[in-house]
């Protein structure tokens, strides 16, 4: 498994932008697609971005299309989330996740995860 730490998370007001870190040990981490969850209180975890381990393909959710953008860069093995225009209801856990075989956009999909950031949108 490939060990994961996420990091840029905190407090923003509505219509402002975040970009978030996540940072992968291990040599092969241009081998793994890469994922970005988030789960708000109360709710199950959701989808937000994938992109594939070239990063030559991304996919979205619907809710962040347009507003969010994922990169990666391989030479650091590290994947950013840009997050501009930020609302309240993107507040949540945001959580890095790494696919190492196939390609999904589904919880099971992903078998590494890293421990989270907060991401608070206040309006």
């Known amino acids: 498994q490939v060990q994961l730490v996420e990091s840029g998370g905190g407090l923003v007001q509505a219509g402002g932008s975040l970009r978030l870190s996540c940072a992968a040990s291990?040599?092969?981490?241009?081998?793994?697609?890469m994922g970005w969850f988030r789960q708000a209180p109360g709710k199950e975890r959701e989808f937000v971005a994938a992109?594939?381990?070239?990063?030559?393909?991304?996919s979205y959710a619907d809710s962040v299309k347009g507003r969010f953008t994922i990169s990666r860069d391989n030479t650091k093995n590290t994947v950013y989330l840009q997050m501009n225009g930020l609302k309240p209801e993107d507040t949540a856990v945001y959580y890095c996740?790494?696919?190492?075989?196939?390609?999904?956009?589904?919880?099971?999909?992903?078998?590494?995860w890293g421990q989270g950031t907060q991401v608070t949108v206040s309006s």
């Open positions: 996740a790494a696919q190492t075989t196939g390609w999904g956009t589904a919880l099971p999909d992903f078998d590494s």
């Open positions: 291990g040599r092969t981490f241009s081998s793994y697609d």
């Open positions: 992109i594939t381990s070239s990063g030559g393909s991304t």
